[in-house]
DNA sequence: TTAGGGTTAG
């Protein structure tokens, strides 16, 4: 009696010192009772229950040094830290010992098995075992869906799922079957994955069915599947409707907003559940609204999010830390984005991918680079986005042999295959710099199906460099490719205008209105006081366009002073020169930093986010305002930024 | 007395 007393007050004590104390050696020699499997059992449990793996595994080598017998309880948690650690090598050699005493067929050891190979990548074994169960529950199912989840075979999860629904049905009136709520979060996780609307909808409906739409977790991923199919309203519609909305309902609803650019909706929802006093965000919560800051420029919403995060002590952690650079580089502060780079105590590599991207945007080539030598010398393995940056670093300053260097190091070096993502920035920049030939001959080696940018590329290079036939190849491709984007027959038929080839300029702009296409609305955003107004082409809708457009004839009575000539080679050519001067004096981003101007104090910096590339005239004008109004202006179009301060540009007229 | 799930950054 006096024995069990003080094995339970041991055990009692570890497991209370296991939550802020995981080294548990110590007390492990002091106190455990050596020869009782049940102590070792309720130890290796506690240690894998609070994530210490490794200590789990220790544990449970010293157990059987001791020769004691692991029995059905001891394996499942021993194999479970196997998983967590992706250690395949210990998980083997635990599936062997289970299979000497017999343990391999329990439904729980064989269960953590299929778990642990699934884990580790070995899917055939974990199917094979899977096959082998005599008689499967809903657990060891649900651990067979997730194990095709989580190695990329999301489709092969549904059809297994529908297996799982046949047998349910043979076997109904069982115990053992039976769909539970986890199970159902694990299927509806594989149709986000495949992006399947109709199977959603399905799902959605049996969900219904058997009574589980009150379940906040399978709400949660409801809402995810909906959105990954393209559903945003439907996912709206079923955050709504949730009965109980945990921070995860939140979490999920905002970063569904922020992920698809609707940043507005995003940042109210945040406010809302700021209101809301039953749910506390968290860094997840933050880390998504940061990049629906990001998105749309929102500089000093950011600046209260990274404050918030400094007080909750987060801004040191990975996902924040690169959320908070990732923000503050898209908006343009690429000083700040350093700071807060320079302060993270942890950095992997979608931190250091942040920083290179930032930097490139920023037109700061030189910078991105000596970035990502530090971050190779750091022993942090670049991947295929980190070259996607290095790349558009390159291209973006029009550094042709770097860009050339790093594009062969890629594969050579590094053994990263290129994709399409990165035969642009080596098209883009042969393309600019004039080797037209040599773009086109890369294009036809690509390995990968050259894309509409690739070709887009290719297209508004020859433009550039006033190449007709090469200009008509690739505009034949992007007709077929892309055939509804109206900005390559208009690029076309600025090539033809260039050469005076005014029949096919005439037969573009027929080609045009016989496809009923119209050139997608520009729009500018500018943030003014923490919020951020919308300008469209022409805008008419602002409540103070009337002052906008009085202000900005004031303007140009100034700048025409300094000197200034509208530019209008980017305009299509059917226009007449008066029509042209109206639409260019009415586009987005002069509106926007027109308003700016107006609400901003003297001196005070300025910053619009663009959705198209920034035009050449718009360029040259705002080069001029930023001299005359003594104001740093930064541009943030389509592809990079425009840093413009005393009538000069950071891309130095290179974009 | 042991096995399974949902939200975040490049």
Redesign the pocket.
Known sequence: MKNSNTKSAALSALSQCSATNPNLTSLFTKYVDKTSV?SW??VI?DL??NGDSLEALRAFSSMRKLSLVPN??TF??AI?SC?ALFDLHSGRQAHQQAFVFGLQS????S??LI?MYSKCGYLVDARTLFDEIPQR???????MF?GY?QNGLSHDALILFKDFLKEESETEGEKEAGI???????VL?AC?RVSGKGITEGLHGFIVKRGFQG????G??LM?AYAKCGEVGASRKVFDEMDEK????W??MI?VY??VGKSAEAMELFFALVRDKNVHY????L??V??AC?HSGALQVGKCLHNQAMKMGLQET???G??VV?MYCKCGRIEAAKRAFNQMKEK????W??MV?GYGANGLAKEALDVFCCMNSSGVKP????FV?VLAACSHAGMLDEGKYWFSAMENRFGIEPGVEHYGCMIDLLGRAGRLGEAYNLIKKMKVKPDFVIWGSLLAACRMHRNVELGEISARKLFELDPKNCGYYVLLSNIYADAGRWDDVERMRLLMKNRGLMKPPGFSLVEIKGRVHVFLVGDMEHPEHERIHAYMEKLYVELEEAGYMPNMTSVLHDVNEEEKGMSIRVHSEKLAVAFGLMNSVPGAAIQVIKNLRICGDCHTMIKLISKIRKREIVVRDSKRFHHFKDGCCSCKDYW
């Open positions: 049940s059992n309720s449990a894998a229950r059905r309880s499942p948690c479970k998983s329990d439904l729980f050891v269960s953590a778990d529950n809903v657990v060891s199912w649900t651990i997730t989840v539970d709520s986890v199970a159902l979060v694990s996780s986000s379940d906040t977790r399978v949660n991923t995810d945990d921070v995860i309902s979490n999920s970063a922020a992920q968290n860094s997840v919560t880390s998504a940061l990049l990001a990975v996902y924040i690169t959320s990732d992997n590599v979608k931190s991918s942040a991207a991947n295929y986005i980190t940056s």
